[in-house]
């Protein structure tokens, strides 16, 4: 299945740094959902994006849907040790049979927090 | 909140044995999704199901089979398991309709076949 193209892969940043990271697609979507995994745990839903352009914030993390609809914005102001592990992007696309809707995920970006 | 649980955190099994992976949602939920997570390869669809009793194909169904008898509740069935089978397991649910379409993940499932 496809995949959408999550950028950085990794990064390596101070305690206190800002983070930025994207996902681009070649589709449009109608919702990005952000999450986060830490190792060996399941996804937690960090923002959900519903409207083109929007901004969204959710404690230090602030996320935007992309004008074209064909990106989102995930940044962390501020980062803390506890920031670190897996941010995946997710996109909705078309309605699956019946209801539902499938999510297309990006490659994840791989955060590590140097104190 | 919303909470999905897995039956299992790590589960160990050899190879052409039957395995159950259960997953419940205590959120009322109409949909439900099995993923596998591999390095490299990020989620993939398994299975997932709108409602009681239906079921349809994700990106790789092959080698697994599901059951949704309750609403609640969405079983992910390894007929005879394998070593490519090896992965972590992740069920998910979502509301049906609405504006909301955000899936809340469960824990997770590491299998290993041996």
Redesign the interface.
């Known amino acids: 299945?496809q995949?959408l193209n999550q950028s950085p892969q990794s990064m390596f940043i101070q305690e206190g740094e800002d983070v930025s990271m994207n996902c681009t697609s070649s589709s449009i979507f109608?919702?990005w959902?952000w999450?986060k995994q830490d190792p060996?745990?399941?996804?937690?839903?960090l923002i959900?994006l519903?409207k083109a352009g929007e901004l969204t914030s959710n404690g230090r993390l602030t996320a935007q849907f992309g004008i074209t609809r064909k990106d989102s914005f995930l940044n962390i102001s501020a980062s803390i040790p506890s920031d670190v592990g897996i941010y995946?992007c997710?996109g909705?696309g078309p309605r699956?049979?019946?209801?539902?809707?499938?999510?297309t995920?990006?490659?994840?970006t791989q955060l590590k927090v140097e104190l | 909140d919303v909470k999905v649980t897995q039956s299992s955190r790590y589960l160990v099994k050899r190879t052409g044995e039957k395995v159950f992976l259960e997953c419940v949602q205590d959120m009322d939920h109409e949909n439900m999704f099995w993923y596998r997570q591999d390095p490299g390869l990020g989620l993939r669809l398994i299975y997932f199901s709108y409602d009681v009793k239906m079921k349809e194909k994700g990106d790789i169904p092959e080698g697994y089979s599901v059951s949704r008898e309750k609403k609640e509740r969405f079983s992910l069935i390894l007929e005879s398991a394998s070593t490519n089978q090896t992965s972590m397991y992740l069920c998910a649910s979502s509301v049906q309709s609405g504006g909301s379409n955000e899936q809340y993940f469960g824990p997770g499932t590491r299998l290993t076949v041996t």
């Open positions: 299945g995949q109608n919702t959902l999450y060996g745990e399941g996804p937690v839903l959900a519903y995946f997710a909705i699956l049979t019946g209801g539902g809707n499938k999510l995920f990006g490659t994840g």
